[in-house]
């Protein structure tokens, strides 16, 4: 990892659907900026937020604890996010841009999630101006989400020029790198890509995706999304 003061010349790493404090903390360990904690019951990847608690109080302060969800209501996201110690929430359906201003105004993060073959798609990004950055990929499978996908990275590229951006969908340590000189982005969030089955990582292959990362480099100074002053805990 580069020193604190040097700037990043490449993406920052998010490492989604932690089910474990002890893989959590290998994860932090290997590189990874920020942890996905899935609050969809559907997911087999799914926590309540007495476990995702659990988790998110192993992590460093340099590691962003975000929560995911799917169409929720407001109080349901902000009663979550206090129990379990969220900084950040990733909205992964098709919510309002009014939720998305209501959970920035009460301190959270927002990723909000933009679909290359779904709705809400990349053109919607102007409606969702209060978030502050955009998960990217594709829809398919069973679930919300890439469901381990892989698609045409480089569709991502002219939004992510201009936004913080966020690539996910069937990211893993062969393809990353590729992906990230297709799209350009400012992080990549990869699940599936490094699990040995669903909600269970395997760290060995975590490492080599952040390896794989580290050395990836863009052509412009990535904007910093998971930071530990844009990622602070509600008080």
């Known amino acids: 990892m580069p020193p604190e003061s040097a700037p990043r010349s490449s993406p920052q790493i998010k490492i989604c659907g932690l089910t474990r404090t002890d893989e959590a903390e290998a994860c932090a360990a290997a590189g990874a900026d920020a942890i996905g904690l899935v609050f969809y019951p559907p997911s087999p990847r799914s926590l309540n937020a007495a476990a995702a608690a659990r988790i998110t109080g192993v992590l460093p302060d340099r590691v962003c604890p975000v929560g995911v969800f799917v169409n929720p209501t407001y109080d349901r996201v902000m009663s979550i996010a206090v129990t379990a110690g969220l900084r950040a929430v990733q909205l992964h359906g098709q919510e309002t841009p009014l939720l998305v ?51 045409n990275w480089s569709a ?80």
Not at 174 to 201: F, Q
């Open 101 to 151: 201003k209501r959970l920035e105004a009460s301190g959270l993060m927002v990723i909000k999630a933009l679909f290359f073959n779904g709705q809400p798609d990349f053109t919607a990004a102007g409606r969702y101006a209060a978030a502050s950055a955009y998960l990217v990929e594709c829809v398919g499978g069973p679930l919300p989400g890439g469901n381990a996908l892989a698609w």
């Open 156 to 235: 991502a590229a002219s939004l992510a020029m201009d936004l913080p951006v966020v690539l996910a969908g069937g990211l893993n340590p062969d393809n990353a790198a590729a992906a990230i000189a297709d799209a350009r982005p400012d992080a990549v969030d990869v699940s599936s890509g490094v699990e040995r089955e669903p909600g269970r990582k395997d760290i060995d292959r975590v490492a080599a995706l952040c390896r794989t990362v580290a050395r990836a480099r863009l052509e412009r100074t990535p904007r910093p999304i998971f930071t530990p002053g844009g990622c602070r805990p509600l008080e």
